[in-house]
Nanobody, 115 residues
């Protein structure tokens, strides 16, 4: 089993920044692709950012230029630096990771951006 634990969420004013972290533990040989998703009330879960083991990244247009995903493979940790936050970024943010082709999810961390 693999466990993912997120941290770093909270309340921030519009225009502010937050940094999320997600650390994996358990039966890990190598974490493959990792990512961050978010889900706002009444909406579907959506991809925010993803990163391969080698560091290739992908972002939707809604966060491109504002959010940066990175990872530290030695620490089994993925980060999401969020700048210029907007009220529409308010959501529960979930960490996601693939290990041997199986997908794992964290419990989620709340991010609230006030206007």
């Amino acid at each position: 089993q693999v466990q993912l634990v997120e941290s770093g969420g909270g309340l921030v004013q519009a225009g502010g920044s937050l940094r999320l972290s997600c650390t994996a533990s358990g039966r890990i040989f190598r974490l493959d692709a990792m990512g961050w998703y978010r889900q706002a009330p009444g909406k579907q879960r959506e991809l925010v950012a993803s990163i391969t083991y080698s560091g290739l990244t992908n972002y939707p247009d809604s966060v491109k230029g504002r959010f940066t995903i990175s990872r530290d493979n030695a620490k089994n940790t993925v980060y999401l630096q969020m700048n210029s936050l907007k009220p529409e970024d308010t959501a529960v943010y979930y960490c996601n990771a693939y290990v041997f082709g199986k997908q794992y999810w964290g419990q989620g961390t709340q991010v609230t951006v006030s206007s």
